[in-house]
Nanobody
Framework: QVHLVESGGGLVQAGGSLRLSCAAS????????MSWYRQAPGKQRELVAT???????NYADSVKGRFTISNDNAENTVYLQMNSLKPEDTAVYYC????????????????WGQGTQVTVSS
């Protein structure tokens, strides 16, 4: 069993900051990548940022320069620092983990957190 527990969402005014955290726990041997997605009402879920096991990062164009993804490999935790927040950043943010459950082929799976609401008021 693998669990992703997110925290850090909330209500903030435009221009403010929030920091999301996602901790992965359970039985797995390694982390390939961890990502943050978001889904606004009436819209499809979209990728916000990704960090690989080699600490390579990638961001959606809409958040480049404002959001920073980082990780603590020892704690299997990923963070999303969100600065200069805009009302259009309002969404439910989901953590996603691409994990190797056990050694060998066919043991790589993706898991989702329960989501955390981020609301940015204008």
């Amino acid at each position: 069993q693998v669990h992703l527990v997110e925290s850090g969402g909330g209500l903030v005014q435009a221009g403010g900051s929030l920091r999301l955290s996602c901790a992965a726990s359970g039985s797995f041997v390694s982390v390939w990548r961890m990502s943050w997605y978001r889904q606004a009402p009436g819209k499809q879920r979209e990728l916000v940022a990704t960090i690989t096991d080699g600490d390579k990062t990638n961001y959606a164009d809409s958040v480049k320069g404002r959001f920073t993804i980082s990780n603590d490999n020892a704690e299997n935790t990923v963070y999303l620092q969100m600065n200069s927040l805009k009302p259009e950043d309002t969404a439910v943010y989901y953590c996603n983990a691409d994990l190797q459950i056990k050694y060998g082929l066919g043991s790589r799976y993706m898991y989702w957190g329960q989501g955390t609401q981020v609301t940015v008021s204008s």
